[in-house]
């Protein structure tokens, strides 16, 4: 059996070059699970494609930098950051937006966003974080100099809050959930800043320049499975619960917190001539230089979106 094994893969290996393998690295989160919705129902199979599923996006972003994997679902804050570390990274399709899924929580009493002048609230030191903390200041005329900024990592958030020790958080699911019956109401959330939170596929310059053809069957692909997600939601979200562990009641919050978008509107975010996203990575790109996310004064974003590889419906 061992030898049949053997003798297949040898054979199905053989049918592609080494440097033709696309190798996407991704973490859990409900949004990247079209791509795996396509490899169950075999629409991968003729395509030089491995997905690696790790346990974190600090994972994913080390395999990256250590040229394990030359793909990734990312924010698109983490997609700069690798350009601050000198990689190529291509954003070649849209995967999903957060439309409710990232929210601030706060404590009885502050009813807006105005409210949290002179308040504490806790917020991952990420760029992701920061960024919705920004936007929603700005809403209420507020800058971070308004606020006491308090870094806590997601699994402090309800403690500190239960605890009383910040007056409101920038959290999400499954946090949020929790956070909500201790007590807390959302004053702000994501979708108030559309298609501004973002998940994106990149894939390396190098291997997308020599694999074009690779690149487009696999989006094409991906949309195939969106397609499959929405019109058979009990048989998808059995294979993406079977493999995320998760209820179908989890996974209706989740996706009820996101958007995925289609080809028409991935074109338009992406087109390389006037990308919609450009304003939302040079916003997060200042940010990030602020926060000291990156030091580099002059990092290059041109030609980070390319949407020639996602076809007319």
């Not at 054979?11 to 490899?39: H, M, Q």
């Not at 395999?63 to 350009?83: C, G, K, P, Q, W």
């Not at 696999?218 to 969106?226: E, H, S």
Request: one cysteine or more; a positive charge.
């Amino acid at each position: 059996m061992k030898k049949v094994v053997l003798l297949f893969l040898t054979v199905f290996l053989s049918c592609f070059k080494t440097d033709e393998y696309l190798k996407i690295g991704t973490n859990v989160w409900p949004g990247y699970e079209p791509l795996y919705v396509a490899r169950e129902l075999g629409y991968l199979k003729d395509i030089p494609v491995h997905i690696v599923e790790y346990s974190s996006a600090s994972q994913v972003m080390r395999a990256y930098r250590n040229n394990v994997i030359n793909s990734a679902a990312l924010t698109l804050d983490e997609v700069i950051l690798l350009r601050s570390y000198g990689f190529r990274p291509v954003v070649v399709l849209v995967m999903d937006f957060s439309n409710g899924a990232d929210v601030i929580i706060a404590r009885r009493g502050i009813e807006t966003l105005s409210d949290l002048k002179g308040k504490k609230i806790g917020v991952e030191n990420s760029a992701l974080g920061a960024y919705m903390l920004t936007r929603a200041l700005e809403k209420a005329g507020l800058t971070v100099n308004d606020v006491k900024i308090v870094p806590l990592e997601v699994d402090e958030h309800l403690n500190w809050f239960k605890r009383g020790k910040i007056d409101a958080v920038v959290t999400f699911e499954p946090v949020k959930s929790k956070i909500l019956k201790a007590g807390g109401r959302v004053i702000f959330d994501s979708s108030q800043i559309p298609e501004e939170i973002v998940d994106v596929l990149v894939v390396e310059k190098e291997y997308l320049d020599k694999n074009p053809s690779v690149v487009k069957k696999l989006v094409n692909q991906w949309f195939r499975a969106v397609n499959f997600l929405k019109e058979n939601p009990k048989e998808a979200f059995r294979i993406i619960s079977q493999r995320e562990h998760i209820t179908d009641e989890e996974l209706n919050k989740a996706y009820a917190g996101i958007k995925i978008p289609g080809r028409k509107e991935n074109r338009l975010l992406l087109d390389s001539s006037k990308p919609k996203l450009e304003a939302v990575a040079r916003k997060l790109l200042k940010i990030m230089k602020e926060k000291r996310i990156i030091s580099q004064n002059s990092i290059d974003i041109d030609g980070i979106f390319d949407g020639r590889f996602i076809e007319e419906d």
